[in-house]
């Protein structure tokens, strides 16, 4: 299994950046798929998560109105569109299989998200 996360940068308060995760190795299509965050000093959080089955999405509020989850099936690839970015938004970003409930089995490299002026 292989998880490589990108797009990552430098962006100033309001813009907007697109994370990929490239997935390898796994089913990609049958499994859910989440993005997590660690801002510096601070815990992981939950950023947002698609299924599987229907490409249903769920959102943290800090993020809802601003963030997009999105996958591609052929391509074995997730999507996070972040708009409207803020300096609260600074952080490792992760992307990682499964879920909350279910737990995250496996994780990519993680990718950095500076949002600053």
């Known amino acids: 299994v292989q998880l490589v996360d990108s797009g990552g940068g430098l962006v100033q308060p309001g813009g907007s950046l697109r994370l990929s995760c490239a997935a390898s190795g796994f089913t990609f299509s049958n499994t859910y798929m989440t993005w997590v965050r660690q801002a510096p000093g601070k815990g992981l959080e939950w950023v947002s998560t698609?299924?599987?089955?229907?490409?249903?999405?769920f959102y943290a509020d800090s993020v809802k109105g601003r963030f997009t989850i999105s996958r591609d099936n052929n391509k074995n690839t997730m999507y996070l569109q972040m708009n409207s970015l803020k300096s609260e938004d600074t952080a490792l970003y992760y992307c990682?299989?499964?879920?909350?409930?279910?737990?995250?089995?496996?994780w990519g490299q993680g990718t950095q998200v500076t949002v600053s002026s």
């Open positions: 990682a299989t499964g879920s909350s409930s279910s737990g995250y089995n496996f």
């Open positions: 698609i299924t599987s089955e229907d490409s249903s999405t």
